[in-house]
Each structure stands twice: as structure tokens, then as C-alpha cells.
């Protein structure tokens, strides 16, 4: 009796882990997968798989300890500009050389519709840090001012607070014009004035809550200074809050200046941030956070210059023409209208942050292309992106591989910090916001710590 | 048909039975209704379905495993462990049920149209008839074995 019980149990497990077996047969395999083969313009896309347990490893944040820093190669330095801030995002420099720093945190109140939306956001806040307490006020902009141009910081200033999460930003005759979650606000200000007090009139709403679960919204002028461009991220990973969610957002939209008449300008553009005009060519160029779920390969995120009018696939297509099985009703009419993007930087990097070099300081080598913030993987066993990458530009497109720039924002299987967007001083020299650090870095040529640009 | 050996009369077995009834027809339900959702997502393409599916799997495996979890200590202490041996095919059914279930759950957790097609709407049907099979030799338990059955002396 207790012989057939026994053998009938093991048949019974035998049977169902088999069938589990099955399910998780196809998952990933390529631990040797070779990251670099994914760095340029066509990368290696291996199939998808599906993992039964997604891939979820995110670095527990502990902040820089005093004396910590970035690494940086030979021939450049580092160095910190400003600490204490709450979770800086974005740094733009202002014509008279004073620098802004953008601080915010994700809009609360995110409707969650799955126990494992649950799950992730319970998982994403412990990797988030600042445990326990009363957070610090964020959602601010801060000025930062170098009155002698030593690249250090003499004066600072809270410009604004009590925004909306903010992210992008642009000053364009005697106007500061902010990306908030929802809307671009335009601030009458002249470089200079370490106050604000005038209130802000509404130049276009933006795509914005409930969900609004990509709410970075980055922010460029046009060289002629006529428009305004502002990317939205998608609602979701890909579409599976519904294609209704997905109205106006996935995209990059174009918006009068004068006016505020707000037109698509591409789409299909998954989480476009670091919206910049290249300096010689005029095209604008945006870096993208391509879909998770697919495998620790899949997809490339990318860097690419943003054709009017184009369709660059998401949700229904990645890297051109390769189907998301997951989107339904297919639409094999969209696949074919997709474009492939210019320049893949490997998958889950992560990539907020960009900036051109032309009229930097730094060392030959880095003054012909673009850096590059890399936020750092979550859907992916080994880390991938938490760091700064340089990308060699040569007549106004990708030229070579990235290489690293700025590392050293991970310690082992933990955080220093986080680095997201990223600009050029009124110095020459290459400043790096880091969120998840609440600092901004400075990394200048090594033989002139403070060398002016003009 | 008499008992062969005097039965209790504790109206404490008949509550315990109850509970453990009332707590196995949350996985009963809500697994024969996943399956419900997971169809109507198949034919429909509509999200809400998914969702529905993924809570109606949560629910009935916590809710099952804590009938599971009831079940393993009460009948062994009402009626010995002696009763395990007519037992054993509704332990076995009840495991893989919920195996079943927790693994759909997962496969569940893909983003559209694969948290489904093919395999979550294939483990949901095994779900379901598993679960079929389970109770059906639960019922025979009570039919051929007399568990839970109280008799009037």
C-alpha cells in the first residue's frame, strides 16, 4: 500500500515538474551573451524568452560616502559639484553659465491592476533607498552658480518648488520653460535672478496621470528658437494597460513656442529622454529606454536622431521590424511603417541623460560626440548601464563604440548612485546628475581643472 | 448502511468540516473562473480579462493553500491517519492543482497577449480539470468512506 502510494506521488510530482520544465525550457540560456555585440547600429538580437520568475535584480542604493567618487579615465578628473540635493534628474546650463539642477520624484497615486504591478512597485521602492522617515522635499529646481569659474560651487538657490515632477527644461529669451508631469510651464525669467516669483503660464498640457507610469518629461528648443519639443514615455512596458492608454504618449511632440499648437512629431518611441540638438547639423536626438520582459538581450535600448513624422515600433515592434508577441490584436501595418533607430547602446541600460561635446573642455578625444547617462538595469542577472558612456561622432552620426566614461556608481551588488541626465558647464566641462546619489558630478580635463571655453 | 465503529456525534467535526468546505470553494471557484476570463481574453483581446485572471489565480491559491494547510491537520486529528490512506489521491490532486495554479500565476504575469495564449489558458483548463478529478475523489470519500458523515446513534 504504501509502495503504490509513494510511486503514484512521484509520478504525480515527476509529471508536473515536467510540465514546469517545459514552461521555463525556453528561458534564457546566454550567460556568455556578448553585451557589446548590442553597441552600435546593429546589434545582435538574440530570440525572445520568457522567464516563468521575470529577472529582477536592482541595486540596493547606500549613497557615497565621504571622499567617494565616480572613477573617471586618464586624463580627465572628477570632482563634486553639489551634494544634498533630492534626487536630481536633469542639469542644464544657462547662457551666463549658471547651472540648474532639476529634483523630483515619480507622481504618486499610480493605479496598480496586477498583483505583480504590486510586487514590482513594493520591490522598486526598497531599491529606491532612503528608508525609513519623512522623505526630503523634492520636485524643486535649484540654481547652482560658479562666480569665478574654478568649477566649484559659491552660491546656490531653490529657483523653484512645488512643481509636479519635474524634468525638462530649456531657457529661451527672457523665459524658462519646465517640463512638468503633465504640462510645459513657461516662467518668465532673465539668467541672473536667483528668484522666481512670477506664476507660470501653461504653454501646452502633456499627456499626464492618472497612470502616467513613464512621467519623465525631457524638454529641447529648436536651433531657430520657434519650437519647443517634448518627449512622453509610454503608460506601460508594452501596451498591456491597453493601446488606450497610449494616447499622445510613446512619442516626441512638437509645440509652438508663440502658440502652444502641439503637433506628434514621431512616435512609437518607447521612453524617450535627453532631447538634444546635434550643434553642427541641427537634427534632433533623443536616447530611448526600449521594453523588459523579453530576456536579459532584449531589447537594446538606443540613441537616435528623430525624423519627423516617424514611427519607430513600440508597442507593436522593436529595432525595426522584429514583432512583440505580446501586443494584440498584431498590426503587421505598423511593423512595416517602423524604423529602425540609429544606435543601440545594449538592453536595460537604462539611458535618461545626453548631451553633445562640441565646445567642451575635456580632452580631445571626448569633444566629437555625445555622453551618454545610463540609469542602470533592473530586468537583467548582471548589471548593465550605471555609468556615463561616450559615443565618437563623426559628421553628425555615431562613429565608433561607446566607451566608458564615468563608472564606479556601483559597489558589488549596491548603489552609490545613479547617473541620469547630463550636461556641459559654462567651464567645458561635463556635469552628471545622480539621483539615486543626490549629488551632481563634475568631470573635467585632468590638466586643467578649470579651463573656459571661449 | 450502519458504521463499524462508533462515530462521534461532535458538532465541533461538523464545523471543522464546514470550514474546510467553505475555504476549498474559493480555489473552486475562482480557478473555473480564470479559466472563464482567461477565454474571454482569448476572444476578445481585451486586458481587463488578464487582469481579472491574474487576481482570481492569487485568490484561489492563497485561499487554497490555506485549505490545504487546514485540511492537514484536521482530518489526520478527526478521523487518525489512518483516513490518509483513503486520502491520498485528494492530497495528490489538491498538490497539483495548486502547482498548477501557482505556475499559471506566474506565466500569468507576462505582459499581453503570451500571459496567455497558449500556455495560460492550456494551465488553466488543466487547472480546472485537475480540480475535477480531485473532487471527484473527495466526493467518493465521502460516498465509499463515510469522511465527514455524521451518524445519529
Request: one cysteine or more.
Given at each position: 500500500?504504501?509502495?503504490?502510494?509513494?510511486?503514484?506521488r512521484?509520478?504525480?510530482?515527476?509529471?508536473?515538474?515536467?510540465?514546469?520544465?517545459?514552461?521555463?525550457?525556453?528561458?534564457?540560456?546566454?550567460?556568455?551573451?556578448?553585451?557589446?555585440?548590442?553597441?552600435?547600429?546593429?546589434?545582435?538580437?538574440?530570440?525572445p524568452?520568457?522567464?516563468?520568475?521575470?529577472?529582477?535584480?536592482?541595486?540596493?542604493?547606500?549613497?557615497?560616502?565621504?571622499?567617494?567618487?565616480?572613477?573617471?579615465?586618464?586624463?580627465?578628473?572628477?570632482?563634486?559639484?553639489?551634494?544634498?540635493?533630492?534626487?536630481?534628474?536633469?542639469?542644464?546650463?544657462?547662457p551666463?553659465?549658471?547651472?540648474?539642477?532639476?529634483?523630483?520624484?515619480?507622481?504618486?497615486?499610480?493605479?496598480?491592476?496586477?498583483?505583480?504591478?504590486?510586487?514590482?512597485?513594493?520591490?522598486?521602492?526598497?531599491?529606491?533607498?532612503?528608508?525609513?522617515?519623512?522623505?526630503?522635499?523634492?520636485?524643486?529646481?535649484?540654481?547652482?552658480?560658479?562666480?569665478?569659474?574654478d568649477?566649484?560651487?559659491?552660491?546656490?538657490?531653490?529657483?523653484?518648488?512645488?512643481?509636479?515632477?519635474?524634468?525638462?527644461?530649456?531657457?529661451?529669451?527672457?523665459?524658462?520653460?519646465?517640463?512638468?508631469?503633465?504640462?510645459?510651464?513657461?516662467?518668465?525669467?532673465?539668467?541672473?535672478?536667483?528668484?522666481?516669483?512670477?506664476?507660470?503660464?501653461?504653454?501646452?498640457?502633456?499627456?499626464?496621470?492618472?497612470?502616467?507610469?513613464?512621467?519623465?518629461?525631457?524638454?529641447?528648443?529648436?536651433?531657430?528658437?520657434?519650437?519647443?519639443?517634448?518627449?512622453?514615455?509610454?503608460?506601460?512596458?508594452?501596451?498591456?494597460?491597453?493601446?488606450?492608454?497610449?494616447?499622445?504618449?510613446?512619442?516626441?511632440?512638437?509645440?509652438?513656442?508663440?502658440t502652444?499648437?502641439?503637433?506628434?512629431?514621431?512616435?512609437?518611441?518607447?521612453?524617450?529622454?535627453?532631447?538634444?540638438?546635434?550643434?553642427?547639423?541641427?537634427?534632433?536626438?533623443?536616447?530611448?529606454?526600449?521594453?523588459?520582459?523579453?530576456?536579459?538581450?532584449?531589447?537594446?535600448?538606443?540613441?537616435?536622431?528623430?525624423?519627423?513624422?516617424?514611427?519607430?515600433?513600440?508597442?507593436?515592434?522593436?529595432?525595426?521590424?522584429?514583432?512583440?508577441?505580446?501586443?494584440?490584436?498584431?498590426?503587421?501595418?505598423?511593423?512595416?511603417?517602423?524604423?529602425?533607430?540609429?544606435y543601440?547602446?545594449?538592453?536595460?541600460?537604462?539611458?535618461?541623460?545626453?548631451?553633445?561635446?562640441m565646445?567642451?573642455?575635456?580632452?580631445?578625444?571626448?569633444?566629437?560626440?555625445?555622453?551618454?547617462?545610463?540609469?542602470?538595469?533592473?530586468?537583467?542577472?548582471?548589471?548593465?548601464?550605471?555609468?556615463?558612456?561616450?559615443?565618437?561622432?563623426?559628421?553628425?552620426?555615431?562613429?565608433?563604440?561607446?566607451q566608458?566614461?564615468?563608472?564606479?556608481?556601483?559597489?558589488?551588488?549596491?548603489?552609490?548612485?545613479?547617473?541620469?541626465?547630463?550636461?556641459?558647464?559654462?567651464?567645458?566641462?561635463?556635469?552628471?546628475?545622480?539621483?539615486?546619489g543626490?549629488?551632481?558630478?563634475?568631470?573635467?580635463?585632468?590638466?586643467?581643472?578649470?579651463?573656459?571655453?571661449? | 448502511?450502519?458504521?463499524?465503529?462508533?462515530?462521534?456525534?461532535?458538532?465541533?467535526?461538523?464545523?471543522?468540516?464546514?470550514?474546510?468546505?467553505?475555504?476549498?470553494?474559493?480555489?473552486?471557484?475562482?480557478?473555473?473562473?480564470?479559466?472563464?476570463?482567461?477565454?474571454?481574453?482569448?476572444?476578445?483581446?481585451n486586458?481587463?480579462?488578464?487582469?481579472?485572471?491574474?487576481?482570481?489565480?492569487?485568490?484561489?491559491?492563497?485561499?487554497?493553500?490555506?485549505?490545504?494547510?487546514?485540511?492537514?491537520?484536521?482530518?489526520?486529528?478527526?478521523?487518525?491517519?489512518?483516513?490518509?490512506?483513503?486520502?491520498?489521491?485528494?492530497?495528490?490532486?489538491?498538490?497539483?492543482?495548486?502547482?498548477?495554479a501557482?505556475?499559471?500565476?506566474?506565466?500569468?504575469?507576462?505582459?499581453?497577449?503570451?500571459?496567455?495564449?497558449?500556455?495560460?489558458?492550456?494551465?488553466?483548463?488543466?487547472?480546472?480539470?485537475?480540480?475535477?478529478?480531485?473532487?471527484?475523489f473527495?466526493?467518493?470519500?465521502?460516498?465509499?468512506?463515510?469522511?465527514?458523515?455524521?451518524?445519529?446513534?
Amino acid at each position: 500500500m504504501t509502495d503504490r502510494f509513494h510511486l503514484n506521488r512521484i509520478s504525480a510530482v515527476l509529471g508536473t515538474s515536467l510540465l514546469a520544465f517545459a514552461l521555463v525550457g525556453c528561458s534564457d540560456s546566454g550567460s556568455d551573451f556578448d553585451v557589446l555585440s548590442q553597441i552600435g547600429p546593429d546589434p545582435v538580437l538574440p530570440e525572445p524568452s520568457t522567464e516563468l520568475l521575470p529577472d529582477l535584480k536592482v541595486a540596493e542604493v547606500v549613497g557615497w560616502k565621504e571622499g567617494q567618487a565616480p572613477t573617471v579615465p586618464q586624463g580627465l578628473t572628477v570632482s563634486l559639484y553639489a551634494k544634498d540635493l533630492v534626487s536630481p534628474r536633469m542639469v542644464r546650463t544657462l547662457p551666463n553659465g549658471d547651472v540648474l539642477v532639476v529634483q523630483s520624484r515619480a507622481p504618486e497615486g499610480k493605479p496598480l491592476p496586477r498583483p505583480k504591478d504590486v510586487i514590482r512597485e513594493w520591490i522598486m521602492a526598497m531599491a529606491k533607498g532612503g528608508g525609513g522617515g519623512p522623505q526630503k522635499e523634492s520636485n524643486l529646481i535649484t540654481l547652482l552658480r560658479d562666480t569665478n569659474r574654478d568649477g566649484k560651487v559659491d552660491e546656490r538657490h531653490d529657483l523653484l518648488k512645488g512643481l509636479n515632477s519635474p524634468f525638462g527644461i530649456v531657457w529661451h529669451d527672457g523665459t524658462l520653460y519646465v517640463a512638468a508631469a503633465d504640462a510645459i510651464l513657461a516662467y518668465p525669467y532673465q539668467p541672473g535672478q536667483t528668484s522666481i516669483t512670477a506664476p507660470p503660464k501653461e504653454v501646452a498640457p502633456l499627456p499626464g496621470g492618472p497612470i502616467n507610469h513613464h512621467w519623465t518629461k525631457d524638454l529641447a528648443i529648436s536651433p531657430d528658437g520657434r519650437f519647443l519639443y517634448a518627449s512622453v514615455g509610454s503608460n506601460s512596458n508594452a501596451a498591456e494597460r491597453g493601446i488606450e492608454a497610449e494616447k499622445g504618449r510613446a512619442a516626441i511632440w512638437q509645440v509652438d513656442r508663440a502658440t502652444g499648437a502641439s503637433k506628434l512629431f514621431a512616435s512609437g518611441l518607447r521612453n524617450p529622454n535627453g532631447l538634444t540638438f546635434h550643434p553642427e547639423t541641427g537634427v534632433l536626438w533623443t536616447v530611448v529606454n526600449e521594453r523588459d520582459e523579453l530576456g536579459p538581450n532584449l531589447v537594446p535600448d538606443y540613441m537616435t536622431s528623430v525624423q519627423e513624422g516617424a514611427f519607430y515600433g513600440w508597442p507593436w515592434s522593436y529595432f525595426g521590424n522584429h514583432v512583440d508577441e505580446r501586443v494584440h490584436p498584431p498590426r503587421p501595418d505598423m511593423v512595416q511603417k517602423a524604423i529602425k533607430p540609429d544606435y543601440a547602446l545594449s538592453s536595460h541600460v537604462a539611458a535618461l541623460g545626453l548631451t553633445f561635446s562640441m565646445n567642451s573642455a575635456l580632452p580631445e578625444q571626448y569633444r566629437r560626440g555625445a555622453f551618454i547617462g545610463e540609469h542602470g538595469s533592473w530586468n537583467r542577472h548582471a548589471f548593465n548601464g550605471y555609468k556615463v558612456v561616450y559615443v565618437p561622432f563623426e559628421n553628425g552620426k555615431p562613429s565608433g563604440k561607446a566607451q566608458d566614461v564615468v563608472t564606479g556608481f556601483l559597489d558589488g551588488d549596491q548603489a552609490r548612485g545613479r547617473p541620469v541626465g547630463v550636461a556641459i558647464d559654462g567651464t567645458g566641462a561635463l556635469l552628471i546628475a545622480d539621483d539615486a546619489g543626490n549629488a551632481v558630478w563634475r568631470v573635467a580635463a585632468a590638466n586643467a581643472a578649470a579651463q573656459p571655453s571661449q | 448502511m450502519p458504521p463499524s465503529v462508533s462515530s462521534s456525534t461532535s458538532t465541533a467535526a461538523i464545523a471543522g468540516h464546514t470550514i474546510h468546505r467553505l475555504l476549498a470553494s474559493f480555489p473552486i471557484a475562482c480557478f473555473t473562473l480564470a479559466l472563464a476570463t482567461d477565454i474571454a481574453y482569448w476572444r476578445t483581446s481585451n486586458l481587463m480579462w488578464l487582469e481579472f485572471s491574474a487576481w482570481l489565480l492569487l485568490a484561489g491559491i492563497t485561499v487554497g493553500v490555506a485549505a490545504a494547510l487546514y485540511g492537514a491537520v484536521y482530518f489526520p486529528v478527526r478521523f487518525g491517519f489512518r483516513a490518509v490512506r483513503f486520502a491520498w489521491p485528494s492530497i495528490v490532486g489538491t498538490l497539483i492543482v495548486l502547482l498548477l495554479a501557482l505556475v499559471n500565476n506566474l506565466v500569468h504575469t507576462a505582459d499581453g497577449w503570451t500571459a496567455v495564449v497558449p500556455w495560460g489558458l492550456t494551465l488553466s483548463a488543466l487547472t480546472v480539470l485537475a480540480m475535477l478529478v480531485t473532487v471527484w475523489f473527495g466526493t467518493s470519500l465521502v460516498h465509499d468512506h463515510r469522511v465527514g458523515v455524521r451518524y445519529y446513534d
